[in-house]
């Protein structure tokens, strides 16, 4: 079989480039594009050592070396945490567009009976790996932004009702402005089982004008601060995991 070492180098040239490309996106650390370039040739030379006598363990040995040196021309040091942090998310983007790769492969080239899996004569072709690449990466991008700015909204909340505490799952609902004099609503799962004082705070909804039962209650959100609130009782939201929405303008 006729190897083209020119053309393996620019495959693995391309797909570390695009490896580097994510992990400066996902991390926002604003590559230069001759950095990324820089260090995508820099791990495509680990081609070069598949024609050589070495072993398994040293091959990987190699590859890890190259992919330590490529994050540092790419990103530089700054530290030792910053770097870990490029190094680590680089790996985890490679596991994925690699295992993902793999399962095409799998898919495509081979068929199976029962647990027994056998080549069926096909293979992928490389120009659908350069087209399907970037979509999988932008993906991965768009999801891992989307699971950030969700996830930032999840604070642990301690909710202090006269000499009872309880700790709760809070999100951060920006959509939730409500106020009555004063104080912002927060809103729980929970039942009104307490002996305080009702509150009932008038909203307004797409579908109309209603009340909502509130008591006074005391709150203290982590990394936000301790709020005076009204806390308004309702079993009408579904958020995944959530017991308490916290109000937005505690933002």
Same mark, same amino acid.
């Given at each position: 079989?006729?190897?083209?070492?020119?053309?393996?180098?620019?495959?693995?040239?391309?797909?570390?480039?695009? %490896?580097?490309?994510?992990?400066?996106?996902?991390?926002?650390?604003?590559?230069? *594009?001759?950095?990324?370039?820089?260090?995508?040739?820099?791990?495509?030379?680990?081609?070069?050592?598949?024609?050589? @006598?070495?072993? =398994?363990? +040293?091959? !990987?040995?190699?590859?890890?070396?190259?992919?330590?040196?490529?994050?540092? !021309?790419?990103?530089?040091?700054?530290?030792?945490?910053?770097? *870990?942090?490029?190094?680590? *998310?680089?790996?985890?983007?490679?596991?994925?567009?690699?295992?993902?790769?793999?399962?095409?492969?799998?898919?495509?080239?081979?068929?199976?009976?029962?647990?027994?899996?056998?080549?069926?004569?096909?293979?992928?072709?490389?120009?659908?790996?350069?087209?399907?690449?970037?979509?999988?990466?932008?993906?991965?991008?768009? +999801? =891992?932004?989307?699971?950030?700015?969700?996830?930032? @909204?999840?604070? +642990?909340?301690?909710?202090? *009702?006269? +000499?009872?505490?309880?700790?709760?799952?809070?999100? %951060?609902?920006?959509?939730?402005?409500?106020?009555?004099?004063?104080?912002?609503?927060?809103?729980?799962?929970?039942?009104?089982?307490?002996?305080?004082?009702?509150?009932?705070?008038?909203?307004?909804?797409?579908?109309?004008?209603?009340?909502?039962?509130?008591?006074?209650?005391?709150?203290?959100?982590?990394?936000?601060?301790?709020?005076?609130?009204?806390?308004?009782?309702?079993?009408?939201?579904?958020?995944?995991?959530?017991?308490?929405?916290?109000?937005?303008?505690?933002?």
């Amino acid at each position: 079989m006729t190897v083209y070492v020119d053309g393996v180098l620019f495959l693995n040239f391309f797909f570390d480039f695009l %490896l580097l490309l994510t992990t400066s996106v996902v991390l926002k650390r604003h590559a230069k *594009i001759f950095n990324l370039i820089l260090g995508a040739f820099i791990g495509s030379l680990s081609t070069l050592v598949l024609f050589f @006598n070495v072993s =398994s363990i +040293q091959l !990987f040995i190699i590859k890890v070396y190259l992919s330590i040196i490529m994050i540092l !021309f790419t990103f530089y040091y700054k530290d030792f945490k910053y770097t *870990i942090t490029n190094l680590g *998310i680089f790996y985890v983007v490679s596991i994925l567009l690699g295992g993902f790769l793999y399962l095409l492969n799998i898919e495509f080239s081979y068929k199976h009976s029962g647990l027994i899996f056998y080549h069926n004569g096909l293979s992928i072709n490389v120009i659908f790996l350069f087209i399907i690449s970037p979509v999988i990466l932008y993906i991965y991008i768009c +999801q =891992s932004k989307l699971f950030r700015r969700k996830i930032k @909204n999840y604070h +642990q909340t301690k909710v202090k *009702i006269g +000499q009872k505490e309880f700790s709760l799952m809070g999100y %951060l609902d920006t959509g939730n402005t409500l106020s009555y004099k004063g104080k912002p609503v927060v809103i729980t799962k929970m039942s009104n089982t307490f002996r305080n004082k009702k509150i009932l705070v008038p909203y307004v909804t797409v579908d109309g004008h209603s009340v909502i039962e509130c008591i006074n209650a005391k709150i203290e959100v982590e990394d936000m601060g301790t709020y005076d609130v009204l806390l308004g009782f309702s079993e009408n939201f579904n958020f995944s995991g959530v017991d308490i929405l916290l109000n937005g303008r505690m933002e």
